[in-house]
Antibody, heavy 120, light 102 residues
Framework: EVQLVESGGGLVQPGGSLRLSCAASGFTFSSYEMNWVRQAPGKGLEWVSYISSSGSTIYYADSVKGRFTISRDNAKNSLYLQMNSLRAEDTAVYYC?????????????WGQGTMVTVSS | SYELTQPPSVSVSPGQTASITCSGDKLGDKYACWYQQKPGQSPVLVIYQDSKRPSGIPERFSGSNSGNTATLTISGTQAMDEADYYCQAQKVFGTGTKVTVL
């Protein structure tokens, strides 16, 4: 079964750090571009970051640029998001999402999400 | 920055057709896709590359994209189609539309 499972969310104080992980299974992870997408409570979807299949190309939303770092370990079938200098507005469910492989920016597989709460 | 605008809500009777619009500058020059999200669940891709349906998505879901507007159409709407729907073009998501089946 094709699956993405996020972990690493939790409660963190403003200014703190957190590292999210996304474990992939059921497909050749190294062949797919991956993304992080977040959703604040009661709000819509917001794209956060993109990484190419090899890890050589990376993009960030302006809202997280300079604070978040996306990475991947194809040997471990894992995607990561290092989040530093966290703010209250970063509170959201964070999803990892796979691109289709044929159409850029179309996400055909999503994880169940992991909740990040930034609060003192 | 690029923006995609959707109506906040759409109501439809069971068996009827629901149309959800997504407006953005020259959106027709980009590929649009659509996601369905039910409460407490992750989004599901229902349309990609303007009008293609992923495997497992019912034929009642269709899409089009031209000019400044992409449209998701649900024909013969069922109660199970009640959900939030988001359009997307490249890295930008639309504002979302809540579809209510009355």
């Amino acid at each position: 079964e094709v699956q993405l499972v996020e972990s690493g969310g939790g409660l963190v104080q403003p200014g703190g750090s957190l590292r999210l992980s996304c474990a992939a299974s059921g497909f050749t992870f190294s062949s797919y571009e991956m993304n992080w997408v977040r959703q604040a409570p009661g709000k819509g979807l917001e794209w956060v970051s993109y990484i190419s299949s090899s890890g050589s190309t990376i993009y960030y939303a302006d809202s997280v640029k300079g604070r978040f770092t996306i990475s991947r370990d194809n040997a471990k079938n894992s995607l990561y998001l290092q989040m530093n200098s966290l703010r209250a507005e970063d509170t959201a469910v964070y999803y990892c999402a796979r691109e289709t492989g044929t159409t850029p920016w179309a996400f055909d597989i999503w994880g169940q999400g992991t909740m990040v709460t930034v609060s003192s | 920055s690029y923006e995609l605008t959707q109506p906040p809500s759409v109501s439809v009777s069971p068996g009827q057709t629901a149309s959800i619009t997504c407006s953005g500058d020259k959106l027709g020059d980009k590929y649009a896709c659509w996601y369905q999200q039910k409460p407490g669940q992750s989004p599901v891709l229902v349309i990609y590359q303007d009008s293609k349906r992923p495997s497992g998505i019912p034929e009642r879901f269709s899409g089009s994209n031209s000019g400044n507007t992409a449209t998701l159409t649900i024909s013969g709407t069922q109660a199970m189609d009640e959900a939030d729907y988001y359009c997307q073009a490249q890295k930008v998501f639309g504002t979302g539309t809540k579809v209510t089946v009355l």
